[in-house]
């Protein structure tokens, strides 16, 4: 089973771009589904970005859509989150998330996932 930490979180101005790593421990992280979910407070958590074991599929949510970019290097164990033209609305925890099943439209559900990281503190300033 894999683990999974979360860099990248801090303070930005509104229109600008972050970018997130999610680095994997374990042999079998290529076998996985991975993706981003987002907790904002008082809010429940919510789907932002996944990408299928093969990178071959990603699916976004309509607020990132165009905005977002979820990508993965399976040879360096990291799943990464390029976020441009930042909304203070994208102010929340972002979370990294592995599903051993490793793709399909079930990439878009939090509950199938089985590993989560600890999350990282995106802030974003108007």
Not at 76 to 93: C, F, G, H, I, R
Request: glycine content about 12%; some cysteine.
């Amino acid at each position: 089973q894999v683990q999974l930490v979360e860099s990248g979180g801090r303070l930005v101005q509104a229109g600008g771009s972050l970018r997130l790593s999610c680095a994997a421990s374990g042999r079998t992280f290529s076998n996985y589904g991975m993706g981003w979910f987002r907790q904002a407070p008082g809010k429940e958590r919510e789907f932002v970005a996944a990408i299928s074991w093969s990178a071959g599929r990603s699916y976004y949510a309509n607020s990132v859509k165009g905005r977002f970019t979820i990508s993965r290097d399976n040879a360096k164990n990291t799943v990464y989150l390029q976020m441009n033209s930042l909304k203070p609305e994208d102010t929340a925890v972002y979370y990294c998330a592995a599903d051993h099943l490793g793709g399909g439209v079930g990439l878009t559900t939090a509950s199938n996932y089985d590993v989560w990281g600890q999350g990282t503190q995106v802030t974003v300033s108007s």
